[in-house]
């Protein structure tokens, strides 16, 4: 009897870490936007990929346990714009599609819009 009890109370913990893995995650809070527009040059671009399991794939993640598939758990790609700022800050601006920019390339941020600087 002791055993059956240890057996549902590992079924049931195991139930609820299920359904949490397969809950969405928290919405990222919005960068607040300057007005200010800054001049730079691009240092680098690194590709970020965010993985984990939600609703609609998580079927793929169980069976990718068991595959060398690394690309069945990423939910979103996103990209880090590294840039050295005229003034001798860095900053980093994230985008969600893939920047046309190479490094030592002149820049304009404005909040968390990039874009070629005029010469």
């Keep these: ?11 049931a913990v195991a139930a ?3 359904i949490g893995a397969c809950s969405e995650p928290k919405p990222k809070p919005a960068i607040p936007e300057s007005t200010t527009p800054k001049l730079g040059v691009v240092a680098l671009v690194s590709e970020v990929k965010e993985r984990g399991m939600n609703t609609d794939n998580w079927k793929g993640v169980i069976g990718g346990m068991f595959s ?7 939910m979103t790609t996103r990209y880090e714009v590294t840039v050295f700022y005229d003034d001798g800050t860095t900053g980093t601006v994230v985008v969600n599609q ?6 030592g390339q002149r820049v304009r941020v404005t909040g968390n819009k990039i874009e070629p600087a005029r010469r």
């Design 98 to 103: 893939k920047p046309s920019f190479a490094a």
């Design 16 to 18: 609820a870490l299920a």
């Design 1 to 11: 009897m002791k055993r059956c009890r240890h057996r549902r109370v590992f079924v």
């Design 68 to 74: 060398q598939d690394t690309e069945g758990n990423v």
